[in-house]
Each structure stands twice: as C-alpha cells, then as structure tokens.
C-alpha cells in the first residue's frame, strides 16, 4: 500500500507532547502505511519519538495557547505548531492535519492556509454523537454563527460525505434540525434551506430535537449557533443527569448495593459516552481533512483522530 | 381571602374532560379561595363537575384540535374552548387561563385576544427545567423564530418577573445562552441582546450550553428556535439515555439484579423529570398569565398549572 502522510499538531493538547506522540505510535500499528509527521519543539518531541520510531519531526518553536486571540496569534506565530502544520499539509506534503491545541487559531488558521473546497461558502465543525444505533455528525458545531441558507445545504453535502467515508455508510440520511417536522417550519435561514434540500438524495426533511439522538439519522445540520448550544447542553445534560442518578443511588443502603452490583453496567455506558472512541471534530469542507481533537485528548483520542483522517482518504 | 377565578380548557387535553376537571376539583383542595371557571360541552361537563361541586361551566360547543391550522381554527371556531375561555380572561373575569389545547391555536389566541403588556414586542413561552438544585425557566421555547435583540432582552424581564412570582425566588439570576462566555460572542442577535442586558439586575452575561442545568441560573434566555430545538432534545436525549441505561443493566445477571435493588432510586429520579410536578409552560408578556399545559396532562399536572396562575397574581 502506498504511504499516506499526516501532520500532527504535536504541542497543542493539555496533556502535552508524550500523549499525542504516543497516539500517533498506535495509530502506526493500525496503520502500517502511515506516517506521521509531528510538528513542535524538536529537543521535546525527539525525545518522545525515539521511543516509538518512524516519524518525521519538523521543528516549530512556539505554541498557540487557547487563552490567545485566534487571529492576532495566527497571524504573529508563523512558527507555531499549527501554523507550520496547516502550511505543511497546504503544500501537498500531507493528506490531513489534527489538533488538540487552540480551536480558534486552528479554525481561522485551516481555512487561510488550506482554504475552501471549491462550491463551498464555509466550512463547519461536526461533532459525532452517541446514539442508540450507532453515531450522528452534527453539524455545524460553532463555526458559523448566522447561517444562509445556501451554508446549511452546503453542511448536509459536506456531513454526507464525511459519513460516507468515515462511517462507511452508503446513503446517510439527512435531517435539518427545526421546531417541527412539517415543511413550512422554522426560522428564515431554515426555512429556506429546506426548500434547498428538498428532494436532494438523502435528505429526511425538518427533524425536531427529540429525533438527533433517535438513531433514524446519520446527519443533523444546523447553523453553528444552534449546534454549539445543543452540544455543550448535552454535555451538562449528562453531567446534571448523572448527578441526580448518583444522589438517588446513594439515597438508601439497598440502592446503594444495588449499584455496586450494577457498575459493569455504568462503565460500559461511560464508554459509549466516551468521545475518546470516537476521535476528534472533523472540521469540513476544506480542500484537505483537518481534526479538532479535544484538548485533554490522550493517546487513545488521538489515535482515534488520527483514523478519522486516514479512513476520509 | 377574596376570590380569585381562572378560566380552564376544559376539552383540550388528551385524557379528556375528567381529568381537566378532576385537576380543578384538587387545586381548589389546595386554594379554597379558587374559582375555576369550566370552558366545554356543557352536558359532559356538567357530569364531571357535580362529582366536586363549586364550579362554575360555561358552554362552548366546539373545540380546536391540534391536528387543524392554528390561524384558520382561532378565526372560524369563535365558540370553541380556547377562544371563549381567552374572551372570558379579556374582559377581566378571570385572571388567567388554562389549556392543555393546540399550543399554535392557544399561541395564536391569547396574543391576539388578551393582548400584550405594555413595553412588550413579543410574547414568550417559557419552560421550566429540573436542575440540580431546583428548576431554571428556559425561553423563548418555539412561540418567536427570528428574534430581535430587544425580544430577547424583554425575555429576560419576562422570567424575572415570572421567577419571582411563581418560585418565590428574591433575585432571579438571568443568563444569556450563547457559545461562549465572552462578552463578543454570539450570532448578530444575541451580541446585541448582549449590550441591552448587560448591567441590568440579575444579568450575569453570557452562558454556554453546559451550564443551563447547572443550578446557577434561574432564567435561561435565547430565540424561540434555538430553545425549541433545546427543549424537544432534552426529551430525546433522556430517552436515548435511559434507553442505553436500560440495556446495559439488562446485558448482564448481575447488574440486572442490581437494577432490581435501585429501583426505588430509578422511581425517584423518574420524579424530578416528571413534568406534571412542575405544571405546564408559561406563556409569558400578556395582560394576563395563560399556562400551556401538556398535551397529555392528568389531574396533578393540571392542579399544578392551574397553582401557576394562582402564584402568578
């Protein structure tokens, strides 16, 4: 099999260099033709690499911190991992990019550098969430705030074809989150987009909140706003809801017991929770695929990003 | 104590008349002082009512069904339910109004019928979640799509108010949903709304999806698209979750055996999501309280609406 490289932002995540290294080791045994290319501070990453062998490092002495404006320090740190990275893969010498690091600077920095597929007005950040099936890529997550219409048609081509090679899927069925099914529903933006999407291939119609997890969908589009929302909702949803299933279990000593009994259970529900298995946030609609992988990612998380970009080839 | 009416729908729901009246017959158990007034079918009103005693039934031959237009229903069905009991509430016999109705046709009625207060553009539908500690009033939830930034500052004003008078609370903490924390952030609308709300009492900024169950707020403000879609995922996502819940303690003998003995902890948590504990949705920003009870409403739910009108004077 030919080789297939891509860029690692090696410096970004939280847990530092050692866990995006480390992932990009064991997304090399899952992938034997795959060479990772790690950019950040050579002393450190060389280091971290010689353990595992095989990667390529190109030196980039600074970091782009997520407490840094986006644009100002994209625009300043030519150096820094990201941008070095971004250039890199703009340049032909890699397929895909992922980072754990600022999701600003990597947003304003891939659209820039990499720029737009052609017939797409914006990218958008997907997020693939848990459902009882399988997953769902919502999308966008918060990349744009006002949406045309024309965006969200441009989302559900952009979410279909990222689940068609990520997630194998033949045909995903696309749903436009609105407040009702019927088709005169929404606001302006989805009200038009609608009419847009009508009787594309795929598309499902308007779907209501209670149907993104139903798993009758494999993509749910929506502008960025709605979407960054929905996702940080259910993010507190489950923590607010697993609050309150904790302080009832504890309630009494039967409970209690019983959920000691009951914990093989809750583990295996945390997994499917899990956004480690998953990977990263495909960020969409660029001429190449770039990851935005959470920023306390470990080496599992990464490795699953990593995939995400080999499987989109 | 003088007396206080509140006119209900008494044929909306879909558990039928008895129990909108039985509701009537146990919230005046809790409010001696309450005059409920039944708006329906005489005849099967009447059966319903000699059961209890003490109200009074004025006959409207026909009801709007939420399978039929709300606009056309709300102009042509002028002796229907919905539209006498609002006629009843505006001419000022009764101080607010209850329905488990057509949300659309209610929506529609009450604006039109029993107008709007002074200073308000839009009304709003509020909807009242379990937190950890308590419950935060989530609104607009679908009666306003496209909101200018002055409807979403008076929503807040509207929550406050409602906040203070129903859950008794001194100084109601007021959050903007957005995507960020920043004060920059947002669509055009909600920076706006932003700079109108910013320094106002109770206003603590900007709020990302996390944190709306989080307890430490008691308002949660965005358009009518974005808290519809919010609103109808929550439902989704705790099925979706319950139902994997559900799965996983069945996968194994022991953890179903488990689930067995954290059944009473299950029955407590089904509780604090119950919405019949909470009543229904206040449509807030009218001359008058008009309560949008669920669908699917029983006696408790509707005894808890109808406390909602009567806390809200």
Request: net charge positive; hydrophobic share 45%; with cysteine.
């Amino acid at each position: 099999m030919e080789k297939l490289t891509i860029a690692i932002d090696a410096m970004g995540g939280d847990l530092g260099a050692s866990a995006m290294v480390k992932g990009a080791a064991m997304a090399m045994e899952d992938f034997p033709f795959l060479e990772p290319v790690l950019f950040g501070d050579e002393k450190v990453l060389f280091e971290e690499a010689k353990k595992y062998g095989g990667m390529k490092i190109v030196h980039a002495p600074t970091v782009i911190l997520p407490s840094e404006s986006p644009t100002l320090a994209f625009r300043r740190k030519k150096d820094s991992s990201i941008v070095m990275g971004l250039k890199y893969v703009k340049e032909g010498n890699a397929a895909g990019f992922v980072s754990a690091g600022s999701t600003g600077a990597l947003l304003t920095g891939a659209t820039v550098i990499i720029g737009r597929k052609p017939g797409v007005e914006r990218p958008a950040l997907g997020t693939l969430l848990p459902t009882k099936k399988g997953h769902v890529l919502l999308l966008d997550c918060g990349a744009n705030m006002d949406c045309k219409p024309t965006y969200l048609a441009q989302f559900a081509q952009l979410g279909t074809e990222y689940m068609q090679k990520c997630m194998k899927l033949d045909s995903p069925r696309v749903g436009l989150i609105n407040v009702g099914t019927e088709d005169e529903k929404g606001n302006a933006a989805a009200k038009e987009a609608f009419a847009l999407l009508n009787g594309t291939p795929g598309f499902v119609g308007n779907i209501e909140g209670r149907e993104i997890l139903s798993g009758e969908i494999d993509v749910a589009v929506c502008d960025g706003f709605t979407g960054n929302v929905l996702l940080k909702f259910t993010e507190g949803f489950a923590k607010t809801m697993m609050g309150m299933v904790k302080e009832e279990l504890l309630a009494t000593t039967i409970s209690k017991l019983g959920a000691l009994m009951a914990k093989g259970a809750f583990k295996r529900l945390r997994k499917r929770f899990d956004y480690r298995e998953v990977g990263g946030a495909p960020f969409l609609g660029l001429n190449h695929l770039v990851i935005k992988a959470h920023g306390s990612s470990d080496a599992l998380a990464i490795k699953n990003a990593i995939r995400q970009c080999v499987q989109y080839q």
